[in-house]
């Protein structure tokens, strides 16, 4: 059922922005991070990131609601449709699980990270420290449509600590950044 190729194939008929790809590929490598670190299904984890913006580019007045309804339409369980609803504080929709709070915490993490990589000389995550973050999260002109807001209530729901939080995602990019760049795909940033 989570077959990443599959789920990939579909991402791509309904994306073709390819920063909105490098995004939820961003997405889907902390998740798989989280998953394996709490000891969750790292395949089912990786699905509802690569999926959780589906809708994002072709229904963005309808999103994340449509595309809630097209994985409930294509069978997926309630708990993978409810993370992706869950993954915009708009939505009302609460974050139950683990894997619905992981993915709130990652979302706007994993695109501050990568705003922060693309002005590094390197443009890479691998150099990348927690005290860089920490100061351009201070710096409000910085990815100005990030919500520290919501990386901060992300990694309290998650319940670690924004550092370890930030430590670990940064961490987790760098890996597959290097494993896509290993493989000669496109990678995060």
């Not at 984890?45 to 339409?73: A, C, N, S, T």
């Not at 993490?109 to 002005?119: M, P, Y």
């Not at 600590?161 to 890996?175: A, P, Y």
């Not at 760049?181 to 990678?187: I, Q």
């Amino acid at each position: 059922m989570y077959d990443r190729e599959k789920a990939y194939g579909l991402l791509r008929q309904y994306v073709n922005n390819e920063g909105l790809v490098k995004h939820v590929l961003a997405v889907e490598a902390a998740m798989r991070g989280y998953a394996e670190k709490l000891g969750e299904d790292v395949e089912k984890w990786g699905f509802v990131g690569l999926v959780h913006d589906i809708d994002y580019e072709m229904y963005p007045e309808e999103h994340p609601y449509k595309g809630g309804q097209m994985l409930r339409d294509m069978g997926y369980p309630e708990d993978v449709v409810e993370a992706v609803l869950g993954h915009g504080d708009f939505t009302g929709v609460e974050r139950n699980t683990p894997m619905a709070k992981a993915l709130y915490a990652v979302d706007e993490l994993t695109g501050f990270l990568s705003a922060c990589a693309l002005v590094r000389p390197s443009r890479d995550f691998a150099d990348m420290s927690l005290k860089s973050v920490k100061k351009k999260l201070k710096d409000k002109a910085f990815a100005r449509a990030v919500s520290r807001e919501g990386i901060e209530k992300g990694a309290q729901e998650l319940g670690v600590e924004l550092d370890e939080h930030i430590d670990f995602v940064i961490d987790v990019l760098h890996r597959a950044n290097e494993e896509y760049r290993r493989k000669g795909l496109t990678t995060l940033v």
